[in-house]
């Protein structure tokens, strides 16, 4: 029987390549270099990958006096978070291993860890203070509490307000927090006044996600998708979407007098990083939205696999997840769609990061 259980993911967290985000979740894929020899000994049993090649190559090394005898290693590990949906649109829970496939540039992939648990998340709630919300601003206040409260009681939180300016909701100091009164200080710090700077802050905020060690990574967007004051481009803003490790939700509240809203802005960048976007008649339907948002990120699998494909300098790698379950009847995966391997001389701020992908 498909359940909605309040559980979610978790990998012990390795150095690896994080872009401007996190390698997310549901949909979340992240490229990690594995250097310790504790790794090695874990997977030397099970894997052997001559000539696989890293930007980030790593080697561990154990030198010994009497024959010099050494140890190297140039392992990634690509790591997938992935919701499962039932025909009805509901999560799936009790999902095994042997349930699911995965396939890299049409490959069969070996998958090595697997688990379905619920563990702290990174989550930057990025809202939209400009002139067109003062209606709707106690209706976002409260949504935004509602996921928190919702949320693993372990989460770090941070808040981005944004008019034409952008800033931080939490005092100096305090990067994260998982106290509610905090939270709600931090989303009634700024008054609803004044133009859009949507790609900015969206930009911000997957920058100070970097400051986070949670191996998971979300943004919860709420706004009309309009912009008429960022610095950035929407093409950089979404550049920066798809090499983050983060995951993007939107939530788009509109306003018919406002002609600067943009569902389609909200969609994409929900899309590209394996999100979702949600369109409520009414601003008062965001709570039970972000009820949802919260059910769905604990909810998700992590999936991680060695690619058999001998990697190449840079490129786009194609990621296709299946599940099969009879016992469930009809099953859609919701995840990334790829990553980019970064080249041997990697762009600053860029890591790893594909499409939105039903199955």
């Not at 509240?253 to 369109?279: C, H, M, S, W, Y």
């Amino acid at each position: 029987m498909t359940k909605r259980t309040a559980s979610g993911i978790y990998l012990q967290r390795g150095t690896g390549l994080s872009g401007p985000g996190h390698l997310r979740t549901e949909n979340r894929i992240r490229l990690e270099s594995r250097y310790s020899l504790l790794f090695v000994l874990a997977f030397a049993a099970s894997i052997s990958l001559p000539g696989v090649g890293s930007s980030q190559d790593s080697s561990s090394s154990q030198n010994r006096s009497s024959d010099n005898y050494t140890i190297r290693v140039n392992t990634n590990l690509v790591i997938l978070s992935a919701t499962v949906l039932d025909h009805h649109n509901a999560l799936v829970s009790g999902l095994e291993k042997d349930d699911f496939q995965v396939y890299e540039n049409h490959v069969l992939q070996q998958i090595k860890d697997f688990s379905h648990e619920d563990v702290p998340v990174a989550v930057g709630l990025v809202i939209d203070n400009s002139g067109s919300m003062g209606q709707k601003r106690a209706d976002v206040i409260a949504a935004a509490l509602s996921f928190a409260h919702s949320s693993n009681p372990r989460d770090q939180m941070f808040v981005v307000n944004f008019n034409e300016q952008v800033s931080y909701g939490l005092p100096p100091g305090i990067p994260f927090t998982d106290r509610q009164d905090q939270l709600q200080l931090a989303l009634s710090a700024i008054k609803t006044i004044g133009e859009t700077a949507l790609y900015d802050a969206i930009a911000t905020a997957l920058d100070h996600l970097k400051q986070s060690q949670c191996d998971k990574k979300v943004l919860i967007l709420i706004s009309d998708g309009g912009d008429n004051a960022s610095k950035r481009s929407l093409a950089q803003a979404i550049e920066m979407a798809k090499h983050s490790a983060a995951i993007i939700y939107a939530i788009g509240i509109f306003d018919e007098q406002d002609g600067d809203q943009n569902p389609g802005v909200l969609k994409r960048f929900a899309k590209e990083t394996g999100g979702e976007a949600f369109f409520p008649e009414s601003s008062k339907e965001t709570s039970s939205i972000c009820e949802g948002i919260a059910r769905d990120i604990r909810n998700q699998y992590t999936l991680a696999y060695v690619p058999v494909i001998s990697q190449q300098d840079g490129g786009y790698r194609v990621v296709d997840v299946r599940v099969s379950a009879p016992r469930h009847g009809h099953l859609s995966v919701r995840t990334r769609a790829g990553y980019f391997l970064p080249s041997a001389q990697p762009s600053s701020g860029l890591g790893t990061i594909g499409h939105d992908n039903h199955n």
